[in-house]
């Protein structure tokens, strides 16, 4: 079992009523209790929260380098001589690196 240790603070009187009033409108909940309930909560929030904004930085980060290596293999077909008809460049990506859902819309 993992050791707790004890937190405790000053509140002002009015955040400590309006702490009491939600309290009281949970039936068998003291103020404290909820008090210790609405950390847990914020704290645990905060950290999914900066989860949630890695995974989004990391989805957008890879859709750039998507994009990236779209350019880039468009420029090496036609530079190198494989391809050159920039459509037919443009459509060997679409089937190869976008895929039919993405090739419809592209």
Known sequence: MSSMATVSFKLDDALYAEL???AGQRTGLSANILC???IIDHLKDAGRERVCSALTKIEQDLQQL???AITGTYVLLLMA???TD???AKA???KNMLGPALEENG
Request: overall charge neutral; glycine content about 6%; hydrophobic content about 35%.
């Open 66 to 68: 998507h994009k990236d």
């Open 36 to 38: 210790r309930e609405i």
């Open 86 to 88: 920039r459509q037919e």
């Open 81 to 83: 001589g494989k391809l």
């Open 20 to 22: 009491q009033e939600l």
């Open 92 to 94: 060997w990506i679409a």
